[in-house]
Every structure is written in C-alpha cells, then in structure tokens.
C-alpha cells in the first residue's frame, strides 16, 4: 500500500484488477474503490453490524477514480469514456420497513461517517467532457473549492467546477497522453506528467501560466559531461537530444535537437564555453553555450556511427571513434578540417581519453587492446598494450603518468604511461554484480553477465577511481591499495530487472517466472496493446523480442570541485554530493509571495527578509528596488546574515549593478562584506562559485579602468589648472607681459 497528501489510499492488487480508494472527509471511516468491472464500492474502514459493500453501477467503462465531496454528501465517479456521476443520497422510503432499517443503525452511533456508510445513493446527475476521439487516462479532485481535474489521452486537460459541471478552461499541453495529475494543497496550482515523452508541468490556472515545464531524456541517457566550472552537466540520450542540466537547481536549461540518432558521448572543451557531442548518426558536433547555437558539425569521409569522443585540453582538436570502420578521425574546432584518420584497432572502438598534458591520445578497442597515440609528434609513435578481454573505458589520471582501463571480464587494469607497463589490477567481478534478472537460469553470484564496468572516471586528486558497470551498483576504488572504499546502490526500483538480490518464489508458476510472461494484450489502452516492435528492435538485450528494463550506469564523472559526481542511468540523472547546498528544490515560490507583500515588507524596514523575497520572485526591478533601499550602515549585518542559497544571486547581482550604476562605492561596500562574511565558504567552493568570480572580476576591473581613466584625465586637468594659474599670476606682476601674451 502507498499513501500520499492528495489521493488518500492506493491499492495495488497482484491481478489484473487495479482499485484506486479515496477515504472520506469525514473521520476517516469509509473509502471508496474503482475497478475495471466498471463499478465502485463503498468499504468502511472498521466493521459495522449489518453494513454490506455498496455498489455503485451504471459506467459503460472502467471506472478511474471516484471522490467524496468535502461535506461528504456528493460522491463524484468517473469513468475512462468520459462520463461523470454524482451520486447522492436517495429520498427515504415511506414504508417501516426501511425506515427502521436505514434509521436504527445511525442512531447507535454519533458519526457521520457511519452515516455515509448507510446513505442509499442514487445517480443524481450523468455528465459527459464531450471530448471526441478521447479517453480519460487520469484525474483528481480538490475538495475544497469542488475542482475535478481531467488529463486526456490526446494531451487535453480540463478543468470543472462541480457540481454544476462547468467547464473553467481546456487545454492542450503535450504531444502524448497525460499519464498522471496532481493538484496542490491550495489548489492554486497543478501538475501534469506526460511518460512517453517525460514531461512535467506544473500549471497556474487562474492566471493560466507555466510555472514550471520540464522534459528529460524519454529513453535512456546514455552518456555525461561537467562543465569545467562543475556548475552544469551535459547528458545525451537515446532519443538524439543533448540537454544541459543545473547541479544546483536540477533544472534542464537548454536542449539541442540537431543530432537524428543516439548520443554515444559528450564532452566539454577545457577552454571556452563549447560542448562537443558524438552520435550514431554519423556525426560530431559543436555547440556554442553563449548563444546557444550548432556552429561546426564534423562528418567522415564515409559514414560510420562514431561511439565515443575526446577533446584536446586546449580544445583546437576533436576526436571520434567508430564502430563500422575501426578508425579514429580528428578534426579542427576552428576550421572544421579533417585532419588525420588513425587506423590500427581490429576491433570497434568503445573509448577515448586525451591526456592532461595534451600530447598523447588513449584508445581502447573491442581487439582487446589500448593504443597511445601521439599524435602532434613528428614521429606519430604508436604504443599498444595488449588485456586479456575487450576494453570497454579508458581514463586518464589527472597529471598523465597513468591510465586505468575496464575490461569485458571484470578487470581494471592500470598501465604506467611513461614505461609503458603494467603497474596494478583490480578485480571488480564480485564487486560490480548487481541483482538477479527475472529469466535468470542462476543467482545472480554465479552468473558472468553484466559484471564489468562500462565507465571510470579519476577523482581530482587521483587518489580513487569511480567505476560504473550495467548493474545497479556504482563503485569508489583507492587506486594505491587496490581496495574497495564505497559501494553506490543507484537504484530501488523494483520493477526494474536486476534489482533484486533473489527471485521471489511465490512468482513462481508452472508456467514458470511471471515476470516473464507478456501481459501486454491485458493493457486498458488498444494502442498500448499493439506491438508493432520488430525482433531485436526494443531497448535492451537484442536478442530478445520483449525485455524488463534493467538498472544499469551507463556513465559516471567526478566533478571538477571534487565535492560531487554523477551518473546517467535508468533512473535518470544522478547527482551525489558531500555540500548539503545541493538540493532540488523547484518549488521556492508560493502563493503568498508577490510583489505588494514584498513592498509591505520593504515598507516596514525587513530589508533581509525583502531581499530573499525579491531573489525568490526573481524580477530585476524589483531586486534593484530593495537593494538600493537598504541604509549604507545595515550593509555590513546583512551580508553576515544573507542565507548561503542566496549568495551566488547576491554576487552576481552586485557585479551586474557595479557595471551599470553609479553607485560605486556602495556596491563595493556590498562586495566587500559578502567576501569577508562568507570567504572560507566561498574559498571551499570555488569551483562551484567560479563563474560568479569572474563576473566580479570583471565587474570590479571595470570600474578600476574607469577610476584610472578619470583620475588620469583629473590629474591632467588639475596640471593645466594649476599651470594657467603660474601664468595668471605672472600677468599679474608684469602688465606688459600681459599685452603679450593678449595679443599673441
């Protein structure tokens, strides 16, 4: 059983049939449950003398959901055709028996819910949404202002005021069916969800406006990127998007389109604000982070599917493996040239890793080998090293003298990149295993697959080597000591394949594992009956013609800071942090935050309180309002007492306005005491906090340039001020020089 805030209880039945309860208002004694017989049914919640189940009948479809009203005399049922019933008591009958039948049982007790309980209801009213062509997939209802809330399978939702059935307003919002609704506390606010196409909204209906609307990856994300200031991620998935993603907000800012394939990797340049990405379509791309745009795309002589991809650390050049033609290509960023296709690998290549130094580029190959190319030498010497299995990642350590790779067989192998030997192993099998499959023939210990890693990534200091595999676990290895440090579990979702450690034999059958068994003809939905996959075309196990998704890393990377890393698996974006300041928390706004309390407030001299407000409504104006308000002397206990949320805001903000304003030496009193009250945080964090130095930078050269310049042009002025008065004077003392000088 689940329970959440808004829907009262859930259940979850192991059958076909799933019953959706909502409990009364009224001391909680009575739900009610829909099914796919096309009814609901009234159940109390402790037993009564007499009381039988009651039926509610009458729905040409499955019956969705069903909701009490707040007084608890309306019941609302709705159905996936489109029709509403409100029920409602029936007038009593005239004759003794059944007044003494339905009288005698409220009169024992006081409450009210054993009133509802022993209520005849009867159809009062049959509504239809009148939506043709459509199906109700989801639905909710606010008691409180009697809003009933309708997510369609077209992407329609409306909303209706009940028990009038008045249609507030109709919507489209999404390609795709509305999987699930939700409505806030204050019904104010509402929240849609879109799966196939991993949409959220969140809605203001009064004023009709987003509040939110984001979209991730709706298939697998495949690979990950930090940007150099540790401040973003870059992700690339299955369905050929590349998104950029907030660590702080966790918020998705930017997404490009141009890719027509999957995403095999990403990378960002170490210099400038450029992100590369390589794709199955036969491309790599540069994307500029200032404007946002697609400004060099780089193909090869013949097409291939490029599978992964480095940058030169001074990003001039670009590097691509294929999987068709066993070449890497390299390419220039500024004129988009090929400039050399390194052939030698027998075998597709899974990885490549330019080293720190920049001279020497890592390869590693399905031929069971790695190459060190150098590839800006005269000499254009190759060194191979030679594993037992096929290489699967290859990484450098941060100063360059050692590179680690993963192996199909489990291994991490390290090699000495200067004596060009083998230096340490790590054995990872036991470690790496994850849960046993549903169709697994053996426990998940003694099975082989999937007991490798597909990723690793070096820590800053490259002490630890991060490692993750297609299992549900993500590894931190002390590179020295050859011993495990952590184990990650990524997920706990048990409807992932691989989760659990052992099968559960109670779905065990004759018939064999019932996980195993296609129930897809059993769907309510024709469309989600039908499959029209041809063998082999599903994500997963190629092999097979219908797979459970398995929890699996596709992909790990520390961060630049060293405080936090993160991994694209099958639950999504995973972002794990030793800073409690990293936080999703999209939801700071509320209903009683606007611009007139903030003036109230700023009225009644709160300037900390109306400077969070301000940052929260996030409007310049109004930010620039409360800032230029605060007295010059509170400056000091404010930037002491300004929350850490707030700070990069509060930075950034300064650096802006010192830019544009006059006020110069109050917005350096501002930066002053911000940098003295929270140095040893910011100094803990610079990576994270590094693009808001340099905005401070510049602001504050800015300003020294102008000083400079003025001072100058002053000191000038003063000189030939000063030089005029020598000459005044000396016309004082002698009349003829002042003809003279008159006259010349």
Same mark, same amino acid.
């Given at each position: 059983?689940?329970?959440?805030?808004?829907?009262?209880?859930?259940?979850?039945?192991?059958?076909?049939?799933?019953?959706?309860?909502?409990?009364?208002?009224?001391?909680?004694?009575?739900?009610?449950?829909?099914?796919?017989?096309?009814?609901?049914?009234?159940?109390?919640?402790?037993?009564?003398?007499?009381?039988?189940?009651?039926?509610?009948?009458?729905?040409?479809?499955?019956?969705?959901?069903?909701?009490?009203?707040?007084?608890?005399?309306?019941?609302?049922?709705?159905?996936?055709?489109?029709?509403?019933?409100?029920?409602?008591?029936?007038?009593?009958?005239?004759?003794?028996?059944?007044?003494?039948?339905?009288?005698?049982?409220?009169?024992?007790?006081?409450?009210?819910?054993?009133?509802?309980?022993?209520?005849?209801?009867?159809?009062?009213?049959?509504?239809?949404?009148?939506?043709?062509?459509?199906?109700?997939?989801?639905?909710?209802?606010?008691?409180?202002?009697?809003?009933?809330?309708?997510?369609?399978?077209?992407?329609?939702?409306?909303?209706?005021?009940?028990?009038?059935?008045?249609?507030?307003?109709?919507?489209?919002?999404?390609?795709?069916?509305?999987?699930?609704?939700?409505?806030?506390?204050?019904?104010?606010?509402?929240?849609?969800?879109?799966?196939?196409?991993?949409?959220?909204?969140?809605?203001?209906?009064?004023?009709?406006?987003?509040?939110?609307?984001?979209?991730?990856?709706?298939?697998?994300?495949?690979?990950?990127?930090?940007?150099?200031?540790?401040?973003?991620?870059?992700?690339?998935?299955?369905?050929?998007?590349?998104?950029?993603?907030?660590?702080?907000?966790?918020?998705?800012?930017?997404?490009?389109?141009? &890719?027509?394939?999957?995403? $095999?990797?990403?990378? =960002?340049?170490?210099? +400038?604000?450029? *992100?590369? /990405?390589? @794709?199955? %379509?036969?491309?790599?791309?540069?994307?500029?982070?200032?404007?946002?745009?697609?400004?060099?795309?780089?193909?090869?002589?013949?097409?291939?599917?490029?599978?992964?991809?480095?940058?030169?650390?001074?990003?001039?050049?670009?590097?691509?493996?294929?999987?068709?033609?066993?070449?890497?290509?390299?390419?220039?960023?500024?004129?988009?040239?090929?400039?050399?296709?390194?052939?030698? &690998?027998?075998?597709?290549? $899974?990885?490549?890793? =330019?080293?720190?130094? +920049?001279?020497? *580029?890592? /390869?590693? @190959?399905? %031929?069971?080998?790695?190459?060190?190319?150098?590839?800006?030498?005269?000499?254009?010497?190759?060194?191979?090293?030679?594993?037992?299995?096929?290489?699967?990642?290859?990484?450098?350590?941060?100063?360059?003298?050692?590179?680690?790779?993963?192996?199909?067989?489990?291994?991490?192998?390290?090699?000495?990149?200067?004596?060009?030997?083998?230096?340490?192993?790590?054995?990872?099998?036991?470690?790496?295993?994850?849960?046993?499959?549903?169709?697994?023939?053996?426990?998940?210990?003694?099975?082989? /697959?999937?007991?490798?890693?597909?990723?690793?990534?070096?820590?800053?200091?490259?002490?630890?080597?991060?490692?993750?595999?297609?299992?549900?676990?993500?590894?931190?290895?002390?590179?020295?000591?050859?011993?495990?440090?952590?184990?990650?579990?990524?997920?706990?979702?048990?409807?992932?394949?691989?989760?659990?450690?052992?099968?559960?034999?109670?779905?065990?059958?004759?018939?064999?594992?019932?996980?195993?068994?296609?129930?897809?003809?059993?769907?309510?939905?024709?469309?989600?009956?039908?499959?029209?996959?041809?063998?082999?075309?599903?994500?997963?196990?190629?092999?097979?013609?219908?797979?459970?998704?398995?929890?699996?890393?596709?992909?790990?990377?520390?961060?630049?800071?060293?405080?936090?890393?993160?991994?694209?698996?099958?639950?999504?974006?995973?972002?794990?942090?030793?800073?409690?300041?990293?936080?999703?928390?999209?939801?700071?706004?509320?209903?009683?935050?606007?611009?007139?309390?903030?003036?109230?407030?700023?009225?009644?001299?709160?300037?900390?309180?109306?400077?969070?407000?301000?940052?929260?409504?996030?409007?310049?104006?109004?930010?620039?309002?409360?800032?230029?308000?605060?007295?010059?002397?509170?400056?000091?206990?404010?930037?002491?007492?300004?929350?850490?949320?707030?700070?990069?805001?509060?930075?950034?903000?300064?650096?802006?306005?010192?830019?544009?304003?006059?006020?110069?030496?109050?917005?350096?009193?501002?930066?002053?005491?911000?940098?003295?009250?929270?140095?040893?945080?910011?100094?803990?964090?610079?990576?994270?906090?590094?693009?808001?130095?340099?905005?401070?930078?510049?602001?504050?050269?800015?300003?020294?340039?102008?000083?400079?310049?003025?001072?100058?042009?002053?000191?000038?002025?003063?000189?030939?001020?000063?030089?005029?008065?020598?000459?005044?004077?000396?016309?004082?003392?002698?009349?003829?020089?002042?003809?003279?000088?008159?006259?010349?």
């Amino acid at each position: 059983m689940k329970f959440s805030a808004s829907s009262g209880l859930q259940i979850h039945c192991t059958s076909n049939i799933i019953l959706k309860a909502r409990y009364a208002h009224h001391s909680h004694r009575c739900f009610l449950t829909t099914s796919r017989d096309m009814t609901a049914r009234l159940f109390t919640l402790d037993p009564l003398e007499g009381f039988r189940p009651k039926t509610f009948a009458g729905h040409r479809d499955l019956v969705l959901n069903a909701f009490f009203s707040e007084d608890g005399k309306t019941i609302y049922t709705v159905s996936r055709d489109g029709a509403v019933f409100t029920w409602r008591a029936k007038p009593r009958e005239s004759t003794s028996d059944s007044d003494s039948e339905s009288d005698e049982p409220i009169a024992s007790t006081s409450q009210l819910g054993n009133e509802i309980a022993h209520t005849r209801w009867g159809v009062h009213k049959r509504n239809y949404f009148g939506q043709h062509g459509t199906k109700v997939v989801c639905s909710t209802f606010h008691r409180p202002s009697n809003l009933l809330v309708v997510g369609f399978s077209t992407g329609v939702f409306g909303l209706w005021e009940m028990p009038e059935f008045s249609n507030v307003h109709t919507l489209s919002i999404s390609q795709e069916k509305i999987s699930s609704v939700a409505i806030s506390p204050s019904g104010e606010w509402l929240a849609f969800g879109a799966r196939k196409l991993g949409q959220l909204l969140v809605w203001e209906w009064q004023s009709e406006s987003y509040i939110l609307k984001q979209q991730g990856h709706y298939f697998d994300m495949n690979t990950l990127a930090y940007a150099p200031d540790g401040q973003n991620i870059a992700t690339g998935g299955d369905d050929g998007k590349v998104k950029i993603w907030n660590t702080t907000s966790g918020f998705c800012f930017v997404t490009f389109t141009e &890719h027509s394939a999957a995403i $095999s990797a990403v990378e =960002f340049a170490k210099q +400038g604000q450029v *992100l590369f /990405s390589a @794709s199955l %379509d036969g491309t790599v791309r540069a994307f500029d982070l200032i404007r946002y745009r697609n400004f060099r795309t780089f193909t090869s002589p013949t097409p291939v599917q490029f599978s992964c991809l480095a940058v030169d650390p001074s990003g001039e050049v670009v590097a691509a493996g294929s999987t068709d033609s066993f070449e890497i290509f390299l390419w220039s960023v500024q004129t988009g040239k090929l400039l050399d296709v390194l052939a030698g &690998h027998e075998g597709p290549v $899974s990885s490549l890793a =330019f080293s720190p130094t +920049g001279n020497q *580029l890592a /390869s590693g @190959s399905w %031929d069971k080998s790695i190459r060190l190319w150098n590839v800006f030498g005269r000499s254009r010497a190759v060194e191979p090293f030679q594993l037992n299995a096929d290489v699967l990642s290859v990484a450098f350590r941060p100063d360059g003298k050692e590179i680690a790779a993963s192996t199909l067989d489990g291994q991490v192998t390290f090699f000495d990149v200067a004596l060009g030997k083998q230096t340490n192993v790590i054995e990872g099998r036991k470690d790496v295993s994850g849960g046993r499959k549903a169709d697994d023939r053996m426990a998940a210990s003694n099975n082989s /697959s999937g007991k490798s890693y597909n990723s690793l990534a070096y820590t800053a200091d490259g002490q630890c080597l991060l490692a993750g595999g297609n299992s549900k676990y993500v590894v931190i290895y002390d590179v020295r000591d050859s011993v495990m440090v952590k184990k990650f579990q990524i997920s706990q979702n048990l409807s992932l394949d691989g989760t659990e450690e052992f099968l559960d034999s109670r779905r065990m059958t004759e018939a064999g594992n019932l996980d195993l068994i296609d129930d897809r003809g059993e769907e309510s939905d024709l469309e989600d009956r039908l499959d029209h996959t041809l063998p082999g075309a599903t994500r997963g196990d190629m092999s097979k013609r219908r797979y459970r998704q398995e929890a699996r890393t596709k992909c790990v990377r520390f961060s630049p800071t060293g405080r936090a890393w993160a991994a694209a698996s099958t639950e999504g974006l995973l972002i794990y942090s030793i800073d409690d300041t990293l936080h999703f928390d999209p939801f700071d706004l509320d209903i009683d935050l606007t611009p007139q309390s903030l003036l109230s407030v700023l009225a009644g001299h709160e300037y900390l309180k109306a400077l969070v407000m301000a940052f929260r409504l996030n409007e310049k104006s109004l930010i620039q309002k409360v800032y230029e308000s605060i007295p010059r002397p509170d400056i000091k206990l404010l930037a002491r007492q300004l929350p850490v949320t707030y700070l990069a805001q509060m930075l950034r903000f300064v650096s802006e306005h010192l830019e544009k304003s006059p006020h110069l030496e109050f917005d350096l009193t501002w930066a002053n005491n911000l940098l003295a009250a929270h140095g040893r945080f910011l100094r803990d964090r610079s990576g994270e906090y590094a693009s808001v130095f340099r905005i401070l930078q510049k602001g504050l050269m800015d300003s020294e340039q102008s000083i400079s310049k003025i001072c100058d042009e002053n000191g000038s002025m003063l000189s030939y001020l000063l030089d005029q008065s020598k000459v005044k004077s000396g016309e004082d003392e002698d009349g003829d020089a002042t003809m003279v000088v008159d006259v010349a």
